[in-house]
Nanobody, 119 residues
Framework: QVQLVESGGGLVQPGGSLKLSCTAS????????MGWYLQAPGKQRELVATVTSGGPSSGSTNYADSVKGRFTVARENAKNTVYLQMNSLKFEDTAVYYCKLWNLGREYWGQGTQVTVSS
């Protein structure tokens, strides 16, 4: 059984930074993708960033246009952990952030962590 546990959310002022972490446990195949989504109140869940592990695309990343240059996704494969470093945070980044894992043809979600950008 695969589980994802997130941490690192909180309250931050505009222009500030936060770092989210997500650790996967269970049967994790070496070739997989981990990433982050956000869901703002009243809106659909949307992609923030992904990073690939294993295979010829190992280490490749993908970002939503809205976060390029401000957010950085990274992972520690040995720990099955993915990070999201969020800098220059804006009011509109306020959302619940979810970790996602694509593994052996299945998708798994974390429980979500709240990020609130407010002055």
């Amino acid at each position: 059984q695969v589980q994802l546990v997130e941490s690192g959310g909180g309250l931050v002022q505009p222009g500030g930074s936060l770092k989210l972490s997500c650790t996967a446990s269970g049967s994790i195949f070496a070739l997989n993708i981990m990433g982050w989504y956000l869901q703002a109140p009243g809106k659909q869940r949307e992609l923030v960033a992904t990073v690939t592990s294993g295979g010829p695309s190992s280490g490749s990343t993908n970002y939503a246009d809205s976060v390029k240059g401000r957010f950085t996704v990274a992972r520690e494969n040995a720990k099955n952990t993915v990070y999201l470093q969020m800098n220059s945070l804006k009011f509109e980044d306020t959302a619940v952030y979810y970790c996602k894992l694509w593994n052996l043809g299945r998708e798994y979600w974390g429980q979500g962590t709240q990020v609130t950008v407010s002055s």
